[in-house]
C-alpha cells in the first residue's frame, strides 16, 4: 500500500523557517516525480513546487522561487521542503503528492501556520 | 503560465442527474496533460482523470473526461449521494504545474 506521511509543519514568526519531510513507501520512490501542493484555509489547491526522479530537474511557482527549496533523499524515501523567509500567504495545508500520470497518491498533509 | 479557468463555480444537482464540469485553459495543454481531482471536506484530493481521458484505477467509470487543447470536460453520468464534492483540474504539461479554482457540486 502507497503512503506518504507529511511532517515538521507548525507555527512560525514571518520571516521564519521551517523544513517539511515527506515519508514515502510502498512504492519505489526513486523512480518516480513528486510534487509539494499546498490549501490555504477554505481556499483551492496551489501547486508549489517539484521534484524529478534522479533530482535532474526542480520547478516551483512564481509565490515560492527564491525562498523554497525542494530535495530527495532516495536511500531514505523522502522528500522535503525547505522554506525560508515564510509569509502569512505561505500559511497553509501542504500536501506531498506522488505523480503517475497526474497526482495519484497524496499524504494527509502538514499544517503550516505563519503568524506573529 | 496556464491559466485554468472552470465552471461553473457551483453545480447544483439531485441525486441521478447527470454533471458537466468545464475547464478552459488560457493555452494549450502540452500533450493534454489534464488532470481531475475530487476533494471532499477534511480529506486529501483524489485523482479521477488523467491525460485528460484515461480513469485512475479504482474509479466509477460514471466519471469520465473528454477535450483536448484548451477545452476539457468532466462529465458524471448519474451523481450517487458521495459524489457532491470540490473538484478540480490541473494541467501538468508544462511548469508551473497550475490548479484550476475549482467547482463545487452541491446537492440541490
Known amino acids: 500500500e502507497v503512503q506518504l506521511v507529511e511532517s515538521g509543519g507548525g507555527l512560525v514568526k514571518p520571516g521564519g523557517s521551517l523544513r517539511l519531510s515527506c515519508a514515502a513507501s510502498g512504492f519505489t520512490f526513486s523512480s518516480y516525480n513528486m510534487n509539494w501542493v499546498r490549501q490555504a484555509p477554505g481556499k483551492g489547491l496551489e501547486w508549489v513546487s517539484s521534484?524529478?526522479?534522479?533530482?535532474?530537474?526542480?520547478y516551483y511557482a512564481d509565490s515560492v522561487r527564491g525562498r523554497f527549496t525542494i530535495s530527495r533523499d532516495d536511500a531514505q524515501n523522502s522528500l522535503f521542503l525547505q522554506m525560508n523567509s515564510l509569509r502569512a500567504e505561505d500559511t497553509a495545508l501542504y500536501y506531498c503528492a506522488r505523480q503517475f500520470g497526474g497526482y495519484l497518491n497524496w499524504g494527509q498533509g502538514t499544517l503550516v501556520t505563519v503568524s506573529p | 503560465e496556464i491559466v485554468l479557468t472552470q465552471s461553473p463555480g457551483t453545480l447544483s444537482l439531485s441525486p441521478g442527474e447527470r454533471a458537466t464540469l468545464s475547464c478552459r485553459a488560457s493555452?494549450?495543454?502540452?500533450?493534454?496533460?489534464l488532470a481531475w481531482y475530487q476533494q471532499k471536506p477534511g480529506q486529501a484530493p483524489r485523482l479521477l482523470i488523467y491525460g485528460a481521458s484515461s480513469g485512475a484505477t479504482g474509479i466509477p467509470d460514471r466519471f469520465s473526461g473528454s477535450g483536448s487543447g484548451t477545452d476539457f470536460t468532466l462529465t458524471i453520468s448519474r451523481l450517487e449521494p458521495e459524489d457532491f464534492a470540490v473538484y478540480y483540474c490541473?494541467?501538468?504539461?508544462?511548469?508551473?504545474?497550475?490548479f484550476g479554482q475549482g467547482t463545487k457540486l452541491e446537492i440541490k
Open positions: 493555452q494549450s495543454v502540452t500533450s493534454n496533460y
Open positions: 490541473q494541467q501538468y504539461g508544462s511548469s508551473p504545474y497550475t
Open positions: 521534484i524529478t526522479s534522479g533530482s535532474i530537474y526542480m
